[in-house]
């Protein structure tokens, strides 16, 4: 249980809140399944507020990993600012950010597509520091962004002996990772562009503002990474029907058309770089989202209390229809059963 009077005496130690009282202190609809969210009335603020899970690492370091993504992907203008951060602490368990309020609507699909293309276009736009200077964020410059994200997806992959599949849904996966470690192994680093990205790009954490722009509000895995990896997230269909109030599954056009907006918000030379990086990022992003919700079914759904039940009772539905061998075909069939996107 959140102690409202102790985040109030905590905020005091940040200018931008304003000595709040704890009535100031508004809880948020839940929202996503590692944080809290509250809402410092008249201040324009809201409080992220880290939650115990089982794969939440390293307190002090999550949360200075967190706190720099913010700081680094807010002069895109797609990100909120960052507003100070509370230490780790005997009330405060895992800390928390105070970070700018975005005031808008969730993203609706496909309308807001172009805006969601722009946005990421803006944030991979940002100069890339040289390597000495991009902790404490991960640097998938290093081994190359395919490698890195394989090695997440192994890490992952060790939880499918604790959970039930279908057998012709544990054969797509099994291929895919064949194929996977295949193209991490072919694909230099050299050869992966690099930016600041959001990685957890699917478009529930976004907000459309009344101008019509679009703001990534979750960064909390914001890495140096393939910009190819960000818009394969926010397209896939395990992405367009993941959020509680984002639901839509695009079309072949749709999809297309995304990719076009973004590629003409990040010039000729830009794209000429990524153009043979985007369709198998797909694939193997699609294989991460698999992974991940591998590992959900084995360890996130003991989580009890620290989950909204509205909200694991979704994530489980969305599961359940993520491992339906019919659902890993119809996803699949981009790669494997007809003329590839143009993308």
């Known amino acids: 249980m959140i102690d409202r009077a102790a985040l109030a005496t905590a905020l005091a130690e940040i200018p931008a809140a304003g000595n709040p009282r704890a009535e100031d202190i508004e809880a948020m609809t839940p929202k996503g399944v590692n944080h809290d969210h509250f809402r410092i009335r008249g201040r324009g603020l809201v409080l992220r507020i880290p939650k115990a899970t089982p ?13 720099m993504a913010f700081d ?10 960052l507003a100070g951060v509370l230490p780790v602490s005997a009330r405060l368990a895992r800390g928390a950010l105070v970070v700018e309020e975005i005031a808008g609507r969730a993203t609706r699909l496909p309308g807001d597509l172009p805006a969601l293309a722009a946005a990421l276009a803006r944030l991979h736009g ?25 090695a997440v997806i192994a890490r992952q992959r060790e939880y499918l002996s604790r959970i039930s599949l279908d057998a012709r849904t544990r054969a797509a996966l099994d291929e895919d990772y064949r194929w996977a470690e295949a193209l991490a192994a072919s694909t230099p680093a050299s050869a992966q562009p690099l930016a600041l990205v959001g990685t957890d790009t699917h478009p529930g954490n976004f907000v459309i503002r009344a101008d ?6 979750d960064l909390e895995r914001a890495c140096y990474g393939s910009p190819a990896i960000d818009l394969a997230h ?6 367009t029907t993941w959020d509680l109030e984002v639901q839509g599954e695009l079309t072949r056009s749709e999809t297309e058309g995304f990719y076009r907006d973004y590629v003409s918000a990040i010039g000729t030379e830009r794209a000429r770089a990524m153009r043979l990086l985007l369709a198998p990022a797909r694939r193997l992003t699609w294989l991460r989202t698999m992974m991940w919700a591998v590992r959900w079914r084995a360890l996130g759904e003991r989580n009890g209390p620290e989950i909204d039940p509205a909200l694991a009772a979704h994530i489980s539905r969305r599961l359940d229809d993520f491992f339906a061998p019919s659902t890993v075909a119809r996803v699949r069939a981009e790669w494997l059963g007809g003329p ?3 993308l």
């Open 340 to 342: 590839a996107l143009n």
């Open 72 to 81: 680094r992907a807010a002069p895109s203008g797609a990100a909120p600012r």
């Open 234 to 239: 926010a397209t896939l269909f395990t992405s």
């Open 212 to 217: 019509g722009s679009a703001v990534l509000v």
């Open 126 to 150: 940002l100069p890339l520091p040289a390597p000495h200077a991009r902790p404490p964020l991960a640097d998938h410059g290093i081994s190359g962004p395919f490698k890195a994200t394989l």
């Open 55 to 67: 794969w939440a690492g390293d307190a002090v370091s999550a949360l200075a990993s967190e706190a």
